[in-house]
Antibody
Framework: QVQVVESGGGVVQPGRSLRLSCAASGFTFSNYGMHWVRQAPGKGLEWVAVIWFDGSNEYYADAVKGRFTISRDNSKSTLYLQMNSLRAEDTAVYYC?????????????WGQGTLVTVSS | QSALTQPPSVSGSPGQSVTISCTGTSSDVGSYNRVSWYQQPPGTAPKVMIY???HRPSGVPDRFSGSKSGNTASLTISGLQAEDEADYYC??????????FGTGTKVTVL
């Protein structure tokens, strides 16, 4: 069955870096665009970034542009989010999500999320 | 990239209907049919309920329906049930090739 599993979260000091991973299984990873979405404690969902199926294009939310980099390794079926210059407001649960396209565009499979806490 | 505007909360008794609005701009909701809705019970990952404005994934009850007029999309839950109590978020593709979520709506079943 389709699964995406995030890892790499933890506590990090402001200004430092962290890399999240999302391991995919149960589908042909290289056929799908993939997203990162985050949710601060007690707050709503916030879209973070997308990378196309072949890695040829990436787009970011203004709040993370220039600090975060989304990437993928299709040979390992893994999605990444490199987060630099972290700020307190980046504290959130980070979800990876697959974008379905064959039957209408939407985020059809989500991971359980990984918590990133930015604090001194 | 301002969040789409949703009412903070809506409520209804079992069996009633509730409608959640999602207001964007001509750069997102108004220009694309890539509008989807997600249900998120507390402590869980979001689940898609409606995609491309009005399409229901298999397994989603037909009590859930979606529509769009101009810059505003809507999700209607007919025949409200206790298990529908959750947070709901809309999402839209934008003219910048990015995506944006709504501010979220808490649905309470009285």
């Amino acid at each position: 069955q389709v699964q995406v599993v995030e890892s790499g979260g933890g506590v990090v000091q402001p200004g430092r870096s962290l890399r999240l991973s999302c391991a995919a299984s149960g589908f042909t990873f290289s056929n799908y665009g993939m997203h990162w979405v985050r949710q601060a404690p007690g707050k709503g969902l916030e879209w973070v970034a997308v990378i196309w199926f072949d890695g040829s294009n990436e787009y970011y939310a203004d709040a993370v542009k220039g600090r975060f980099t989304i990437s993928r390794d299709n040979s390992k079926s893994t999605l990444y989010l490199q987060m630099n210059s972290l700020r307190a407001e980046d504290t959130a649960v980070y979800y990876c999500a697959r974008e379905e396209y064959r039957y209408g565009y939407h985020f059809d499979h989500w991971g359980q999320g990984t918590l990133v806490t930015v604090s001194s | 990239q301002s969040a789409l505007t949703q009412p903070p909360s809506v409520s209804g008794s079992p069996g009633q209907s509730v409608t959640i609005s999602c207001t964007g701009t001509s750069s997102d909701v108004g220009s694309y049919n890539r509008v989807s809705w997600y249900q998120q019970p507390p402590g869980t990952a979001p689940k898609v309920m409606i995609y491309e404005v009005s399409h229901r994934p298999s397994g989603v009850p037909d009590r859930f329906s979606g529509s769009k007029s101009g810059n505003t999309a809507s999700l209607t839950i007919s025949g409200l049930q206790a298990e529908d109590e959750a947070d709901y978020y809309c999402n839209s593709y934008t003219s910048s090739s990015t995506y944006v979520f709504g501010t979220g709506t808490k649905v309470t079943v009285l």
